[in-house]
């Protein structure tokens, strides 16, 4: 209906403009071009902004079924740039043509998906409803010319020329798509318990959740994922260019458009090869620990902040050294695992406890003191600080870590091997192996394998003896995702685990344990592949998949045709992950979008059980899952852990995330050998 009343809006402004100016002299070749209905085609445009200056472009024309035409304006400012980059301006519209008079129509949008930028801040009536922006080109001496405004940020003089004939395709594609990830239905038992803990936390009541409660998505819990492919090619080819599309410019859409630009424009290599350098040089610390760093205006490390999981991202990103390191027989990746090897061995020395390991490490500074749950090491370790509080989840990182460093140190490393060898000993001593039976077998596995001690072996496969049940196996499914909902940083945790545990049952001989374990892993890739966790599918792809296994659950809810097609998307979640990471003050909220939707299932909906109770605020997520692009980049310090449907988060200049993220899915990938990675 809207784009009806504009198009009566045009033809009553065209008709009556036109009824005024018949006496009006028309140049040969406009009235030659539209005699033979010769507006159609592709226009030289030139103009200049009042904001941005010159530019010049092409208008294309296209002709609709209902005698409009299909408007495509792409112009790229002469003089203005971004970060060294060229700025180009892509809007689409409507337009209609009279005898001497062209009038177009654009919907344009202010607000995106940032909020706030540095001191710019949108107001929410940026978010609401598109700026309407018309030009009306009327014939001049030099063509077609028009004066117009975009009613937030500049003036434009605009003229067309000369004409070539429409390509095979329009100047521009919106190829943005949403796709339905739902799921199977929630089972009875499930939704029960599901509507207990909403009362519990006074879901339903809660004013904001309740706005959306007529929502058709809302109705039918029917998520989705939005996956937004536009100008991948372009960028590929057009490496100087940031293109805004259809908003209006300024430096919020600037760096909205810049950051899609360094997802897409990059290949992955080249991001493999930028984020090892970066991560190296700056998210490394003196003790080998994965670390943000804190960075001045240039850009230069002024020193280190530490992150709490510091220990599972460490043993990831030495994992990704390590098949780098298979992969290239690159040096420089064999040194970086070394490195971090000997930080994952201080976690478990530090302590002097042989049940306790740290989180992570730091420089102990003698002008400062010695934060909250830190404590100064002793002996060799008193130039560090420690992080106590290893739990469940950062033993996966030394577990993961020791198993990679174990596949790639050279033996000629006597002294290195000594250490790992003690410190794998240890594993099966520490308080979260013995509280947490599901860490057992990698601690067991690892002695077994490192030290060649057959009396670790035999304790191992009397572990899996023990488990084993008739009815599965050690095949035993504990994965869920429910309409949107699932343990996301559970996931990634599983799948660090799972490649553990089946190359360690590989590398002793178990065939029969490892084919179980791979049958569970494909098991939890059913489960959660509505929700196309990317890593998830590369893992099952590497380690379970390609060496023949598919599991009951494939065979009876899969196929071959929707595994392979989630592999071929899987290389998109390396491209939406840009480099270099965006580091600004920067606020972001998906929810003000018209077309955005409150879950009608609560985000982790369990931790209401924690006391005291979190507030009803924590328990909202979206319906949408948005590009890494469009949120995760700007905030996240590891995409993979991620809830897949968070809508709003903000983050502070100056301190960086690092890219091991990036690093392990890269070159996991490309140790597996999958597809598409280019």
């Known amino acids: 209906m809207k784009a009806l009343s504009f198009l009566f809006l045009f033809l ?91 009038t177009i129509s654009y919907d344009l949008r202010q607000g995106d998906f940032i909020t706030k930028l540095g001191n710019q801040k949108r107001d929410p009536s940026d978010f609401d409803a598109p700026i309407t922006v018309l030009s009306r080109y009327v014939v001049t001496p030099n063509g077609l010319a028009t004066h117009y405004a975009d009613k937030k940020v500049s003036n434009y003089n605009e003229w067309i020329t000369t004409r070539r004939d429409l390509e095979a395709q329009p100047l521009w594609v919106n190829q943005r798509q949403t796709i339905s990830a739902q799921g199977p239905k929630v089972p009875l038992v499930v939704r029960g318990v599901i509507n207990l803990f909403k009362r519990d936390i006074g879901y339903e009541k809660d004013p904001l959740v309740k706005s959306y409660k007529n929502r058709p998505e809302y109705k039918n819990e029917n998520p989705y994922i939005v996956f ?111 490195k971090s090897l000997r930080g994952l061995m201080t976690l478990m020395e530090i302590t002097n406890d042989p049940q306790q390991f740290a989180r992570t490490l730091a420089l102990y500074s003698p002008a400062q003191p010695v934060p909250a749950k830190w404590h100064r090491g002793e002996g060799k370790f008193q130039h560090l600080i420690w992080l106590e509080g290893g739990n469940n989840d950062m033993i996966k990182g030394i577990t993961h870590g020791f198993l990679w460093a174990g596949m790639v140190l050279p033996q000629s490393e006597t002294e290195l091997w000594k250490e790992l060898r003690a ?55 504990t994965t869920f995702y429910w309409h949107g909902s699932a343990d996301w940083s559970g996931i990634n945790l599983g799948l660090v685990g799972d490649i553990t545990d089946i190359t360690l049952a590989d590398l002793l001989g178990q065939s029969k344990i490892r084919d179980q ?20 599918t590369l893992v099952a792809y590497g380690f379970a998949y390609k060496h023949g296994t598919r599991g009951g659950n494939f065979r009876s809810e899969s196929s071959e045709a929707q595994f392979n097609a989630s592999l071929n998307q899987a290389a998109w979640g390396l491209r939406e992950i840009p480099y270099p990471r965006p580091n600004l003050d920067v606020t972001i909220d998906h929810s003000l979008r018209p077309d955005w939707c409150m879950s009608p299932i609560p985000r982790l909906f369990w931790k209401s059980l924690k006391k005291p109770e979190p507030p009803v605020s924590y328990f909202y997520q979206g319906l949408y899952n948005y590009p890494v692009f469009e949120l995760q980049a700007f905030t996240s310090n590891f995409v993979w852990k991620d809830g897949a449907f968070l809508y709003q988060d903000s983050h502070r200049k100056g301190v960086e995330n690092s890219g091991v993220d990036y690093l392990y899915g890269y070159w996991l990938a490309r140790y597996i050998g999958a597809a598409n990675i280019n």
């Open 12 to 102: 009553s402004v065209v008709v009556s403009l036109s009824c005024q100016h018949k006496e009006k002299q028309i140049p040969r070749d406009i009235a030659s071009l539209q005699a033979n209905g010769g507006m159609e085609g592709i226009w030289f445009l030139q103009g200049t902004s009042s904001t941005r200056g010159p530019y010049n472009g092409e208008l294309e024309l296209r002709k609709a079924s209902d005698g409009t035409f299909d408007v495509v304006r792409v112009v790229t400012y002469i003089n203005y740039f971004f970060d060294g980059l060229k700025v180009q301006e892509v809007w689409t519209g409507k337009a209609v043509a009279t005898h001497d008079s062209l």
């Open 228 to 338: 937004d492919p536009t100008d991948f090619q372009f960028y590929r080819n057009n490496k100087d260019v940031i293109r805004v599309t259809n908003k209006i410019v300024d430096d919020i859409s600037i760096t909205e458009a810049a950051v899609k630009r360094n997802a897409y424009a990059p290949s992955l290599e080249e991001k493999a090869n930028s984020y090892d350098k970066n991560t190296r040089d700056f998210h490394i610390n003196e003790a080998g620990m994965v670390a943000h760093a804190v960075l001045d205006e240039n850009g230069r490390l002024l020193n280190y902040s530490f992150d709490g999981d510091a220990a599972l991202w460490t043993g990831m990103y030495l994992g990704s050294q390590a098949m780098r390191y298979l992969k290239t027989k690159d040096a420089e990746a064999l040194d970086n695992v070394k």
């Open 423 to 477: 410190n794998s000993r240890k594993l099966i001593d520490l308080q979260v192996v013995n509280d947490k039976s599901q860490n057992r077998p990698a601690a067991l596995g690892l002695a077994a394998w490192l030290t060649n001690d057959a009396a670790f072996k035999e304790q191992y496969i009397k572990y899996y003896d023990k488990i084993k049940t008739k009815v599965t196996g050690y095949s035993f499914d």
């Open 517 to 536: 374990l791979r049958e569970r892993l494909m098991d939890a890739w059913v489960t959660y592949s509505p929700a196309q966790r990317h890593l998830q």
